[in-house]
Protein backbone atom coordinates (compact mmCIF):
# COMPACT_ATOMS: atom_id res chain seq x y z
CA UNK A 1 0.00 0.00 0.00
CA UNK A 2 3.08 2.56 1.12
CA UNK A 3 4.33 1.42 -1.88
CA UNK A 4 1.91 2.57 -4.61
CA UNK A 5 0.88 5.83 -2.69
CA UNK A 6 4.48 6.60 -2.61
CA UNK A 7 5.02 6.36 -6.35
CA UNK A 8 1.73 8.69 -7.11
CA UNK A 9 2.67 10.94 -4.33
CA UNK A 10 6.10 11.79 -5.99
CA UNK A 11 4.78 12.12 -9.43
CA UNK A 12 1.72 14.14 -8.21
CA UNK A 13 1.46 18.14 -8.23
CA UNK A 14 0.80 19.84 -5.13
CA UNK A 15 -2.78 19.94 -5.12
CA UNK A 16 -2.99 16.59 -5.44
CA UNK A 17 -0.23 15.97 -3.19
CA UNK A 18 -2.51 18.48 -0.61
CA UNK A 19 -5.24 16.21 -0.98
CA UNK A 20 -3.82 13.44 0.05
CA UNK A 21 -2.28 14.23 3.09
CA UNK A 22 -5.38 15.91 4.16
CA UNK A 23 -6.85 12.46 3.15
CA UNK A 24 -4.95 10.40 5.43
CA UNK A 25 -5.08 12.88 8.33
CA UNK A 26 -9.05 12.86 8.21
CA UNK A 27 -8.81 8.35 8.23
CA UNK A 28 -6.72 8.58 11.07
CA UNK A 29 -8.21 11.73 13.29
CA UNK A 30 -11.97 9.58 12.15
CA UNK A 31 -13.59 8.77 15.32
CA UNK A 32 -14.66 5.04 13.54
CA UNK A 33 -13.57 1.83 14.95
CA UNK A 34 -11.26 0.67 11.77
CA UNK A 35 -10.19 -2.18 13.71
CA UNK A 36 -6.62 -2.19 12.41
CA UNK A 37 -5.05 -1.29 9.51
CA UNK A 38 -7.06 -3.72 6.97
CA UNK A 39 -9.72 -0.87 7.22
CA UNK A 40 -7.32 1.94 6.45
CA UNK A 41 -5.92 -0.34 3.07
CA UNK A 42 -8.92 -0.92 1.85
CA UNK A 43 -10.48 2.78 1.70
CA UNK A 44 -6.78 3.75 0.93
CA UNK A 45 -6.80 2.23 -2.33
CA UNK A 46 -10.71 2.61 -2.80
CA UNK A 47 -8.90 6.36 -3.45
CA UNK A 48 -5.83 5.82 -5.33
CA UNK A 49 -8.20 3.75 -7.46
CA UNK A 50 -10.36 6.50 -7.83
CA UNK A 51 -7.32 9.09 -8.68
CA UNK A 52 -5.63 6.39 -11.12
CA UNK A 53 -8.90 6.15 -12.88
CA UNK A 54 -9.66 9.62 -13.17
CA UNK A 55 -5.76 10.23 -14.56
CA UNK A 56 -6.92 7.38 -17.09
CA UNK A 57 -10.16 8.63 -18.36
CA UNK A 58 -7.99 11.87 -19.19
CA UNK A 59 -5.78 10.22 -21.29
CA UNK A 60 -8.27 8.51 -22.63
CA UNK A 61 -9.87 11.22 -24.43
CA UNK A 62 -6.67 11.99 -26.71
CA UNK A 63 -7.06 8.10 -27.40
CA UNK A 64 -10.15 8.41 -28.73
CA UNK A 65 -9.40 11.29 -31.52
CA UNK A 66 -6.60 8.43 -32.63
CA UNK A 67 -9.22 5.72 -32.79
CA UNK A 68 -6.91 3.90 -30.29
CA UNK A 69 -9.86 1.75 -28.81
CA UNK A 70 -7.39 -1.22 -27.65
CA UNK A 71 -4.91 0.76 -25.87
CA UNK A 72 -8.34 2.71 -24.35
CA UNK A 73 -9.26 -1.10 -22.97
CA UNK A 74 -5.67 -1.30 -21.43
CA UNK A 75 -5.70 2.15 -19.59
CA UNK A 76 -8.44 1.81 -18.22
CA UNK A 77 -8.30 -1.54 -16.93
CA UNK A 78 -4.90 -1.07 -15.47
CA UNK A 79 -6.15 1.80 -13.69
CA UNK A 80 -8.86 -0.54 -12.60
CA UNK A 81 -6.45 -3.43 -11.48
CA UNK A 82 -4.13 -0.97 -9.22
CA UNK A 83 -3.52 -2.56 -6.27
CA UNK A 84 -4.88 -6.38 -7.05
CA UNK A 85 -2.03 -7.94 -7.49
CA UNK A 86 -1.24 -9.20 -3.90
CA UNK A 87 1.80 -11.34 -4.96
CA UNK A 88 5.23 -10.40 -2.79
CA UNK A 89 7.05 -12.37 -5.41
CA UNK A 90 9.35 -15.34 -5.25
CA UNK A 91 11.14 -15.93 -1.23
CA UNK A 92 14.12 -17.58 -1.87
CA UNK A 93 14.12 -19.19 1.45
CA UNK A 94 10.29 -19.58 2.41
CA UNK A 95 9.62 -20.90 -0.63
CA UNK A 96 12.47 -23.28 -1.44
CA UNK A 97 10.50 -26.46 -1.81
CA UNK A 98 8.92 -24.66 -4.90
CA UNK A 99 11.97 -25.04 -6.99
CA UNK A 100 11.64 -29.04 -6.48
CA UNK A 101 8.49 -29.66 -7.32
CA UNK A 102 7.79 -31.59 -10.57
CA UNK A 103 5.93 -29.47 -13.03
CA UNK A 104 4.12 -30.97 -15.85
CA UNK A 105 4.74 -28.83 -19.30
CA UNK A 106 1.93 -31.17 -21.00
CA UNK A 107 3.36 -30.81 -24.32
CA UNK A 108 2.25 -31.28 -27.66
CA UNK A 109 3.79 -33.03 -30.24
CA UNK A 110 5.38 -31.35 -33.79
CA UNK A 111 5.21 -34.33 -35.45
CA UNK A 112 8.75 -34.68 -36.17
CA UNK A 113 10.97 -36.86 -34.21
CA UNK A 114 13.92 -34.41 -33.96
CA UNK A 115 12.29 -31.34 -33.34
CA UNK A 116 10.23 -33.43 -30.35
CA UNK A 117 13.75 -34.76 -29.31
CA UNK A 118 14.93 -30.89 -28.72
CA UNK A 119 12.02 -29.56 -27.33
CA UNK A 120 11.24 -32.23 -24.57
CA UNK A 121 7.71 -33.54 -26.50
CA UNK A 122 7.05 -30.56 -28.44
CA UNK A 123 5.43 -27.24 -27.37
CA UNK A 124 4.15 -27.01 -23.50
CA UNK A 125 1.76 -25.04 -22.13
CA UNK A 126 2.14 -21.36 -21.46
CA UNK A 127 5.38 -21.96 -24.24
CA UNK A 128 5.76 -19.82 -27.14
CA UNK A 129 7.21 -21.32 -30.30
CA UNK A 130 8.43 -19.28 -33.40
CA UNK A 131 8.82 -20.26 -36.99
CA UNK A 132 11.76 -18.29 -38.42
CA UNK A 133 12.52 -18.88 -41.90
CA UNK A 134 13.12 -16.50 -45.29
CA UNK A 135 9.87 -15.54 -47.31
CA UNK A 136 8.09 -18.48 -49.29
CA UNK A 137 9.90 -21.04 -46.91
CA UNK A 138 6.72 -22.46 -45.99
CA UNK A 139 6.43 -21.14 -42.77
CA UNK A 140 2.55 -21.23 -43.04
CA UNK A 141 2.39 -24.92 -43.84
CA UNK A 142 4.66 -25.39 -41.32
CA UNK A 143 2.42 -24.26 -38.70
CA UNK A 144 -1.10 -26.23 -40.10
CA UNK A 145 1.00 -29.08 -39.35
CA UNK A 146 1.71 -28.16 -36.09
CA UNK A 147 -2.25 -27.28 -35.87
CA UNK A 148 -2.97 -30.49 -37.38
CA UNK A 149 -1.31 -32.99 -35.29
CA UNK A 150 -2.52 -31.12 -32.27
CA UNK A 151 -6.21 -31.71 -33.51
CA UNK A 152 -5.39 -35.47 -33.73
CA UNK A 153 -4.05 -35.51 -30.20
CA UNK A 154 -7.78 -34.02 -29.43
CA UNK A 155 -6.69 -30.53 -28.66
CA UNK A 156 -8.85 -27.31 -29.43
CA UNK A 157 -6.72 -24.80 -32.36
CA UNK A 158 -7.04 -21.31 -32.79
CA UNK A 159 -5.49 -20.43 -35.59
CA UNK A 160 -5.61 -16.36 -37.04
CA UNK A 161 -4.40 -16.06 -40.46
CA UNK A 162 -3.31 -12.19 -41.25
CA UNK A 163 -2.45 -13.02 -44.39
CA UNK A 164 -4.60 -16.15 -46.06
CA UNK A 165 -8.20 -16.56 -46.34
CA UNK A 166 -9.89 -18.61 -43.57
CA UNK A 167 -11.01 -21.25 -46.00
CA UNK A 168 -7.62 -21.63 -47.95
CA UNK A 169 -6.02 -22.39 -44.22
CA UNK A 170 -9.05 -24.82 -43.72
CA UNK A 171 -8.18 -26.39 -46.99
CA UNK A 172 -4.43 -26.42 -46.20
CA UNK A 173 -5.95 -28.60 -42.91
CA UNK A 174 -7.50 -30.53 -44.99
CA UNK A 175 -4.36 -31.92 -47.00
CA UNK A 176 -2.36 -32.16 -44.47
CA UNK A 177 -4.94 -34.53 -42.20
CA UNK A 178 -5.91 -36.52 -45.16
CA UNK A 179 -2.31 -36.64 -47.04
CA UNK A 180 -4.14 -35.55 -49.75
CA UNK A 181 -2.33 -33.34 -52.10
CA UNK A 182 -3.99 -29.51 -52.00
CA UNK A 183 -4.58 -29.75 -55.51
CA UNK A 184 -6.75 -32.67 -55.58
CA UNK A 185 -8.74 -31.47 -52.21
CA UNK A 186 -11.88 -30.59 -54.91
CA UNK A 187 -12.00 -34.02 -56.15
CA UNK A 188 -11.98 -35.79 -53.10
CA UNK A 189 -14.77 -33.90 -51.04
CA UNK A 190 -16.53 -36.24 -49.06
CA UNK A 191 -13.09 -38.57 -48.84
CA UNK A 192 -11.81 -35.44 -46.71
CA UNK A 193 -15.46 -34.99 -44.77
CA UNK A 194 -15.30 -38.85 -43.99
CA UNK A 195 -11.48 -38.59 -42.64
CA UNK A 196 -12.00 -34.75 -40.82
CA UNK A 197 -15.14 -35.75 -38.57
CA UNK A 198 -13.45 -38.84 -36.82
CA UNK A 199 -10.93 -36.05 -35.75
CA UNK A 200 -10.86 -35.65 -31.91
CA UNK A 201 -9.89 -31.86 -31.76
CA UNK A 202 -11.58 -29.00 -32.63
CA UNK A 203 -10.06 -26.39 -35.21
CA UNK A 204 -10.99 -22.55 -35.32
CA UNK A 205 -9.84 -20.37 -37.99
CA UNK A 206 -10.29 -16.54 -37.52
CA UNK A 207 -8.97 -14.39 -40.60
CA UNK A 208 -8.53 -10.59 -39.94
CA UNK A 209 -7.09 -8.46 -42.24
CA UNK A 210 -3.36 -7.59 -42.45
CA UNK A 211 -2.26 -4.86 -39.85
CA UNK A 212 -5.70 -4.46 -38.73
CA UNK A 213 -5.73 -6.95 -35.33
CA UNK A 214 -3.22 -6.09 -32.04
CA UNK A 215 -2.60 -9.18 -29.44
CA UNK A 216 -5.67 -7.33 -27.03
CA UNK A 217 -7.91 -8.05 -30.36
CA UNK A 218 -6.53 -11.39 -29.96
CA UNK A 219 -6.87 -11.91 -26.33
CA UNK A 220 -10.53 -10.73 -26.88
CA UNK A 221 -11.64 -13.36 -29.45
CA UNK A 222 -9.96 -15.85 -27.23
CA UNK A 223 -11.78 -14.83 -24.02
CA UNK A 224 -15.22 -14.56 -25.88
CA UNK A 225 -14.32 -18.22 -27.41
CA UNK A 226 -13.98 -19.31 -23.42
CA UNK A 227 -17.04 -18.23 -22.63
CA UNK A 228 -18.60 -20.19 -25.29
CA UNK A 229 -17.15 -23.48 -23.41
CA UNK A 230 -14.14 -23.71 -25.73
CA UNK A 231 -11.26 -25.34 -23.69
CA UNK A 232 -8.20 -23.89 -25.85
CA UNK A 233 -5.09 -26.18 -26.50
CA UNK A 234 -3.22 -24.34 -29.05
CA UNK A 235 -3.28 -20.75 -30.87
CA UNK A 236 -1.47 -20.24 -33.87
CA UNK A 237 -0.70 -16.36 -35.38
CA UNK A 238 0.02 -16.39 -39.27
CA UNK A 239 2.04 -14.42 -38.64
CA UNK A 240 3.61 -11.91 -35.78
CA UNK A 241 4.88 -9.21 -38.01
CA UNK A 242 1.67 -8.61 -39.50
CA UNK A 243 -0.19 -7.57 -36.08
CA UNK A 244 -0.92 -4.10 -35.57
CA UNK A 245 0.79 -2.46 -32.44
CA UNK A 246 -1.36 -1.90 -29.32
CA UNK A 247 -0.21 1.68 -28.51
CA UNK A 248 -0.73 4.40 -30.58
CA UNK A 249 2.34 5.65 -29.97
CA UNK A 250 4.00 3.03 -31.98
CA UNK A 251 2.35 3.02 -34.81
CA UNK A 252 4.29 5.80 -36.05
CA UNK A 253 6.15 5.40 -39.65
CA UNK A 254 9.84 5.68 -38.26
CA UNK A 255 8.70 2.70 -36.27
CA UNK A 256 11.30 0.15 -37.18
CA UNK A 257 9.92 -3.14 -38.63
CA UNK A 258 12.28 -5.27 -36.57
CA UNK A 259 10.87 -3.06 -33.66
CA UNK A 260 7.10 -3.58 -34.54
CA UNK A 261 8.17 -7.20 -34.75
CA UNK A 262 9.79 -7.25 -31.32
CA UNK A 263 6.98 -5.82 -29.25
CA UNK A 264 4.04 -8.16 -31.00
CA UNK A 265 6.71 -10.87 -30.01
CA UNK A 266 6.59 -9.25 -26.38
CA UNK A 267 3.26 -9.42 -26.53
CA UNK A 268 2.03 -12.96 -27.82
CA UNK A 269 5.05 -14.31 -24.86
CA UNK A 270 3.13 -12.58 -22.14
CA UNK A 271 -0.26 -13.68 -23.25
CA UNK A 272 1.40 -17.32 -23.67
CA UNK A 273 2.09 -17.32 -20.30
CA UNK A 274 -0.73 -15.71 -18.76
CA UNK A 275 -3.31 -18.30 -20.31
CA UNK A 276 -1.26 -21.71 -20.06
CA UNK A 277 -1.83 -22.29 -23.65
CA UNK A 278 0.89 -23.31 -26.08
CA UNK A 279 1.65 -20.65 -28.75
CA UNK A 280 3.09 -20.72 -32.32
CA UNK A 281 3.06 -17.12 -33.77
CA UNK A 282 5.00 -17.31 -36.96
CA UNK A 283 7.88 -14.71 -38.35
CA UNK A 284 10.39 -14.16 -40.73
CA UNK A 285 14.11 -14.42 -41.14
Known amino acids: MATIVRSEFETANE??????????????????????????????????????????????????????????????????????????????????EKRFQIKSRNPVSTGWQQVDSISRGGLGSGELGVCIAPTGAGKSMALVHL???????????????????????????????????????????????????????HLIVKEYPTKSATTKTIENHLEKLVRRGHDIGMVIVDYADLLRPVSAQRERREMSWSQSTKNSGACLKSMAAQSGRHLKPTGVA
Not at 18 to 44: C, L, M, N, P, W
Not at 63 to 80: G, Q, R, V, Y
Not at 174 to 198: M, Q, R, V
Open 147 to 201: GAQAIQEGKTVVHYTLELADTVVATRYDSCITGIPLTNTFANKDKIYDAIKEVEG
Open 15 to 96: VTRTQIRDYFARVYASSTDVDGAEHIKEVSLDFCRKQKLKSAMLKCVGLIKNSSFDEISKTINDALNLGSDNDAGYDYIIDF
